[in-house]
């Protein structure tokens, strides 16, 4: 299976800025969407932010005009540049790839999470 690293969370100060970065086990792979999800304490697994193989990206409207996400499709990594954060953006944060396995099927690959705390 496809081996998904996360790293870069860590506690920050409201108005504060952290990069997450996630990399594949394997770089000669085709990954398709790679994005960022969260999982606040009591609260469902939710999209952050996306992005296509093509560079297309797809934000939450809570990440809107605060994080940008970015592939290097060579590495197959996939980062995510948060900044203005906020105490509501405290979660455990997912990185995911979408891998074809076909014409018909593909599978999505989940990391470990990484921790990010937003307080004063």
């Known amino acids: 299976q496809v081996q998904l690293v996360e790293s870069g969370g860590g506690l920050v100060q409201p108005g504060g800025t952290l990069r997450l970065s996630c990399a594949a086990s394997?770089?000669?792979?085709?990954?398709?969407?790679m994005g960022w999800y969260r999982e606040a304490p009591g609260k469902q697994r939710e999209l952050v932010a996306g992005?296509?193989?093509?560079?297309?990206?797809n934000y939450a409207d809570s990440s809107q005009g605060r994080f940008i996400i970015s592939r290097d499709n060579a590495k197959n990594t996939v980062d995510l540049q948060m900044n203005s954060l906020k105490p509501e953006d405290t979660a455990v944060y997912y990185c995911?790839?979408?891998?074809?396995?076909?014409?018909?099927?593909?599978?999505?690959?989940w990391g470990k999470g990484t921790l990010v705390t937003v307080s004063s």
């Open positions: 995911n790839a979408e891998v074809p396995l076909g014409l018909h099927n593909s599978v999505t690959y």
């Open positions: 394997e770089t000669m792979l085709i990954i398709y969407d």
């Open positions: 992005i296509s193989r093509g560079g297309s990206t």
